[in-house]
């Protein structure tokens, strides 16, 4: 699975961006799809998780404390993507954001992990 990032860039406090994840297979097969970040010295950590039912519809978001409620993540299934709209952004958003996938390969009874390269995202006046 191939995952390409879009939207990044320069934001002042208080702005919103959208950032969009467009994966390679379609989104309906992929049991996880998630936002990450990530800061120089810093280790990666988890911003937001769209986690999809055995019904194959996403119905459940996962947020990191330090975001809830300013940020929202979707998926678009017309564009094949995983989106993230952040609002009331602030100075400790910057970093660059990465989309993952994880799809449970049931023949190797193993999570597979898959991750694009990232976006920047810096939040400056």
């Known amino acids: 699975v191939q995952l390409v990032e879009s939207g990044g860039g320069l934001v002042q406090p208080g702005g919103s961006l959208r950032l969009s994840c467009a994966a390679s297979?379609?989104?309906?097969?992929?049991?996880?799809m998630g936002w990450y970040r990530q800061t120089p010295g810093l280790q990666r950590e988890l911003v937001a998780l769209?986690?999809?039912?055995?019904?194959?519809?996403?119905?459940?978001?996962v947020y990191a404390d330090s975001v809830k409620g300013r940020f929202t993540a979707s998926r678009n299934i017309a564009e094949n993507t995983v989106d993230l709209q952040m609002n009331h952004l602030a100075p400790e958003d910057t970093a660059i954001y990465f989309c993952?996938?994880?799809?449970?390969?049931?023949?190797?009874?193993?999570?597979?992990?898959?991750w694009g390269q990232g976006t920047q995202v810096t939040v400056s006046s």
């Open positions: 769209v986690l999809r039912n055995g019904s194959r519809e996403y119905v459940d978001s």
């Open positions: 297979r379609n989104i309906f097969s992929i049991h996880v």
């Open positions: 993952q996938a994880s799809i449970y390969d049931a023949d190797a009874g193993e999570w597979r992990d898959y």
